[in-house]
């Protein structure tokens, strides 16, 4: 069992930076993938980056590519999402998740992840 805690959302404006946390509990994560989701009012949670269990492999969205930046650190069970040049259109719940399945590729579908914290609110004005 894992539990998430996300932290570092707020309101920032346009072109501005923000990085998120989250701190895991229990011993197993180290070994689960994990994964940041957002989701705008209105519109479906949707994926933004992954990362391997070592860290040495990562994914993101193309929405995102060259602008967010996943990381973690496994000794102090955190995983991080680095957000710069933000937009308005970012503004969103953000969500990080962990996939316990060992699956050898990073995914991308919020089923493939079965544990989630309760999201924190990014807001970017304009």
């Known amino acids: 069992q894992v539990q998430l805690l996300e932290s570092g959302g707020g309101l920032v404006q346009a072109g501005g930076s923000l990085r998120l946390s989250c701190a895991a509990s229990?011993?197993?994560?180290?070994?689960?993938?994990m994964g940041w989701f957002r989701q705008a009012p209105g519109k479906q949670r949707e994926f933004v980056a992954a990362?391997?269990?070592?860290?040495?492999?990562?994914y993101y969205a193309d929405s995102v590519k060259g602008r967010f930046t996943i990381s973690r650190d496994n000794a102090k069970n955190t995983v991080y999402l680095q957000m710069n040049t933000l937009k308005p259109e970012n503004t969103a719940v953000y969500y990080c998740?962990?996939?316990?399945?060992?699956?050898?590729?990073?995914?991308?579908?919020?089923?493939?992840?079965?544990?989630w914290g309760q999201g924190t609110q990014v807001t970017v004005s304009s």
């Open positions: 998740a962990a996939d316990s399945s060992r699956f050898p590729m990073l995914r991308v579908g919020v089923g493939s992840y079965d544990y």
């Open positions: 229990g011993r197993t994560f180290s070994s689960y993938a």
């Open positions: 990362i391997r269990w070592s860290g040495d492999t990562t």
